[in-house]
């Protein structure tokens, strides 16, 4: 799961620099502080996008009854080959400690050159020295900022020290190499994503240009200040300090010229407008990452509750009742007590109708709240005394005809051959389901309702009735990023046994596509209840698994 997140966060971010790096463009963010603040503002995003939206948390229940196909692409690997999510997670958390270790081997020559250095001079709280190691003024340090000069600076005209030295401490009084820090501990972390890396470029090259601009300001003069950049721009390479950016780096040379010569102004109402623009289609951006490659969280076990309730149900007529005429039903019950879905567990083939109808049409205790419940249907054969009649999904009026014309009244004596007789009146009212239910005291209730056109059965029991089962196509870019899991859908089954409507529970959104398509091309056997075709309501498990 892991390795998942990292990957979904990753193409999040790629995602989101995308489209903050074409919004720049387009609405020409070109003055260098408000691409500062805007650079630093996706860096930001980038980083809370794990929070912009909940993430998934898929809710495994102890019982669980789905049909299931698993689809295995082969991959030709030596039997102990080293998994490839734990390689992938080995090979970032190594790139991570050398990254790291590299940025404290930074530290540790910013302290041995600060040693070595000779003091030049304070100015604005800060130090002045010179140092034979550096070939690029170098600054750094926050409670004891420190300015490191290379040994030649005094040789320069004294203009261009001027404006050395005011770019310098002015990255002093804004306190940049904070901000420099936190960038190197951002890169550190994504030390393998190219997005995070140009992205700090880019905030890297904005607050080198927002401080040439205050400089030339303050100096009065653009050409002695580009003079002081091309006085460096042939200089010796200087090694990579991580922590402490020199005065200039080559690759930036042609961008901060460029800048000064151009002097892009914009009006502050269009600098407002824009910046409120790109953020907005940063915050869009990011909720559409977060949407379209979601973080998963571990999934929610839910027990379901299993209490020890027992039905008794005389047996409809001409039925073979064998030695075991127990059926276990689990049934889903809402807090007012009516059952809103049913399948059989366990139980004689031949009895698990009647349990089934028995179940739907019983009523259950009130609770607090929405529950799952076992239930044991014990099947009678034995007549015995009706003590009620319950008439459901009809009208009064339809309910009062149905009692006049039945064959039998409450006290009657009734068996197998009764419920016929009241099954023949019943479907003359189009309803289908009749059976006398008994309770643990004995006492028999008749039980008459409509024909339901569609049914709730179990995943497991619908497998065994799939005749065309297309087999999915493992997606070839979740196969090369290493992805595997559980689609789930909903099912609605119609009559003929054709997929009417299909709908995902949950899934990765790579996997979704490929099981949407081939399950839409099932086709299952026909349900019959009490001798007519009924729709099926069912949930389907498409496993995708990468053998190794």
């Given at each position: 799961m892991i390795a998942n997140n990292l990957l979904a966060w990753s193409l999040q971010i790629a995602m989101l620099v995308s489209v903050a790096a074409v919004a720049a463009q387009v609405l020409r963010l070109r003055v260098p502080a408000a691409r500062l603040f805007y650079w630093q503002t996706a860096l930001l995003a980038c980083l809370a996008l794990p929070l912009v939206r909940p993430w998934k948390?898929?809710?495994?229940?102890?019982?669980?009854?789905?049909?299931?196909?698993?689809?295995?692409?082969?991959?030709?690997?030596?039997?102990?080959?080293?998994?490839?999510?734990?390689?992938?997670?080995?090979?970032?958390a190594a790139g991570f400690l050398a990254r790291a270790l590299w940025l404290g081997v930074g530290f540790w020559r910013l302290r041995c050159y600060r040693r070595q250095s000779a003091w030049m001079a304070n100015s604005e709280g800060a130090e002045l020295r010179l140092c034979e190691a550096v070939s690029s003024p170098v600054t750094f340090g926050v409670l004891r900022p420190v300015v490191l000069l290379p040994a030649r600076f005094p040789e320069l005209d004294p203009a261009i020290q001027e404006a050395i030295l005011r770019h310098e401490l002015t990255h002093v009084r804004r306190r940049d190499w904070l901000f420099t820090v936190g960038e190197e501990i951002v890169r550190t972390v994504f030390w393998f994503h190219p997005a995070i890396w140009w992205v700090l470029a880019e905030i890297a090259l904005a607050r080198e240009q927002e401080v040439d601009r205050q400089v030339v300001a303050a100096i009065k003069s653009r050409e002695t200040y580009v003079d002081a950049l091309l006085s460096f721009a042939s200089g010796q390479p200087q090694p990579d300090l991580a922590p402490a950016p020199p005065f200039l780096r080559n690759r930036h040379l042609k961008q901060r010229v460029f800048s000064l010569l151009q002097e892009v102004r914009m009006s502050k109402t269009r600098l407002v407008s824009s910046f409120a623009a790109a953020v907005g289609i940063l915050a869009a951006s990011g909720w559409l990452a977060s949407s379209t490659f979601p973080l998963s969280a571990a999934p929610q076990v839910v027990a379901d509750t299993a209490g020890g309730n027992v039905i008794h149900v005389l047996a409809p007529p001409g039925t073979p009742l064998p030695a075991w005429n127990t059926v276990l039903v689990e049934a889903k019950v809402d807090a007012s007590g009516n059952v809103l879905d049913a399948q059989v567990l366990s139980g004689p083939d031949e009895l698990r109708k009647t349990a089934l109808q028995t179940v739907l049409l019983s009523h259950r205790p009130s609770s607090a709240a929405a529950r799952t419940e076992q239930i044991s249907v014990v099947l009678d054969p034995e007549s015995g005394p009706l003590k009620a009649i319950q008439v459901d999904g009809v009208s009064d009026q339809t309910r009062a005809n149905l009692l006049a014309r039945l064959p039998v009244h409450e006290g009657d004596m009734v068996g197998p051959q009764q419920v016929a007789d009241v099954v023949s009146v019943a479907r003359g009212f189009g309803l289908g389901v009749v059976f006398i239910k008994l309770s643990a005291q004995g006492?028999?209730?008749?039980?008459?309702?409509?024909?339901?056109?569609?049914?709730?059965?179990?995943?497991?029991?619908?497998?065994?009735?799939?005749?065309?089962?297309?087999?999915?196509?493992?997606?070839?870019l979740a196969k090369q990023a290493g992805i595997e899991g559980v689609v789930k859908l909903q099912a609605s089954i119609g009559k003929y046994g054709t997929i009417e409507n299909l709908s995902v529970i949950s899934g990765h959104p790579l996997l979704v596509p490929s099981a949407l398509e081939a399950v839409r091309q099932w086709v299952y056997g026909p349900t019959m209840l009490n001798g007519e075709l009924v729709g099926v309501d069912t949930e389907i498990d498409v496993n995708y698994t990468l053998a190794k």
């Amino acid at each position: 799961m892991i390795a998942n997140n990292l990957l979904a966060w990753s193409l999040q971010i790629a995602m989101l620099v995308s489209v903050a790096a074409v919004a720049a463009q387009v609405l020409r963010l070109r003055v260098p502080a408000a691409r500062l603040f805007y650079w630093q503002t996706a860096l930001l995003a980038c980083l809370a996008l794990p929070l912009v939206r909940p993430w998934k948390r898929a809710v495994i229940a102890t019982v669980d009854s789905v049909s299931a196909i698993t689809i295995v692409e082969r991959v030709h690997a030596p039997h102990h080959a080293f998994p490839v999510q734990q390689a992938v997670l080995a090979l970032l958390a190594a790139g991570f400690l050398a990254r790291a270790l590299w940025l404290g081997v930074g530290f540790w020559r910013l302290r041995c050159y600060r040693r070595q250095s000779a003091w030049m001079a304070n100015s604005e709280g800060a130090e002045l020295r010179l140092c034979e190691a550096v070939s690029s003024p170098v600054t750094f340090g926050v409670l004891r900022p420190v300015v490191l000069l290379p040994a030649r600076f005094p040789e320069l005209d004294p203009a261009i020290q001027e404006a050395i030295l005011r770019h310098e401490l002015t990255h002093v009084r804004r306190r940049d190499w904070l901000f420099t820090v936190g960038e190197e501990i951002v890169r550190t972390v994504f030390w393998f994503h190219p997005a995070i890396w140009w992205v700090l470029a880019e905030i890297a090259l904005a607050r080198e240009q927002e401080v040439d601009r205050q400089v030339v300001a303050a100096i009065k003069s653009r050409e002695t200040y580009v003079d002081a950049l091309l006085s460096f721009a042939s200089g010796q390479p200087q090694p990579d300090l991580a922590p402490a950016p020199p005065f200039l780096r080559n690759r930036h040379l042609k961008q901060r010229v460029f800048s000064l010569l151009q002097e892009v102004r914009m009006s502050k109402t269009r600098l407002v407008s824009s910046f409120a623009a790109a953020v907005g289609i940063l915050a869009a951006s990011g909720w559409l990452a977060s949407s379209t490659f979601p973080l998963s969280a571990a999934p929610q076990v839910v027990a379901d509750t299993a209490g020890g309730n027992v039905i008794h149900v005389l047996a409809p007529p001409g039925t073979p009742l064998p030695a075991w005429n127990t059926v276990l039903v689990e049934a889903k019950v809402d807090a007012s007590g009516n059952v809103l879905d049913a399948q059989v567990l366990s139980g004689p083939d031949e009895l698990r109708k009647t349990a089934l109808q028995t179940v739907l049409l019983s009523h259950r205790p009130s609770s607090a709240a929405a529950r799952t419940e076992q239930i044991s249907v014990v099947l009678d054969p034995e007549s015995g005394p009706l003590k009620a009649i319950q008439v459901d999904g009809v009208s009064d009026q339809t309910r009062a005809n149905l009692l006049a014309r039945l064959p039998v009244h409450e006290g009657d004596m009734v068996g197998p051959q009764q419920v016929a007789d009241v099954v023949s009146v019943a479907r003359g009212f189009g309803l289908g389901v009749v059976f006398i239910k008994l309770s643990a005291q004995g006492e028999r209730t008749l039980m008459i309702g409509p024909q339901p056109t569609h049914i709730r059965i179990g995943g497991n029991v619908m497998a065994a009735k799939v005749l065309t089962k297309p087999a999915p196509t493992y997606p070839p870019l979740a196969k090369q990023a290493g992805i595997e899991g559980v689609v789930k859908l909903q099912a609605s089954i119609g009559k003929y046994g054709t997929i009417e409507n299909l709908s995902v529970i949950s899934g990765h959104p790579l996997l979704v596509p490929s099981a949407l398509e081939a399950v839409r091309q099932w086709v299952y056997g026909p349900t019959m209840l009490n001798g007519e075709l009924v729709g099926v309501d069912t949930e389907i498990d498409v496993n995708y698994t990468l053998a190794k």
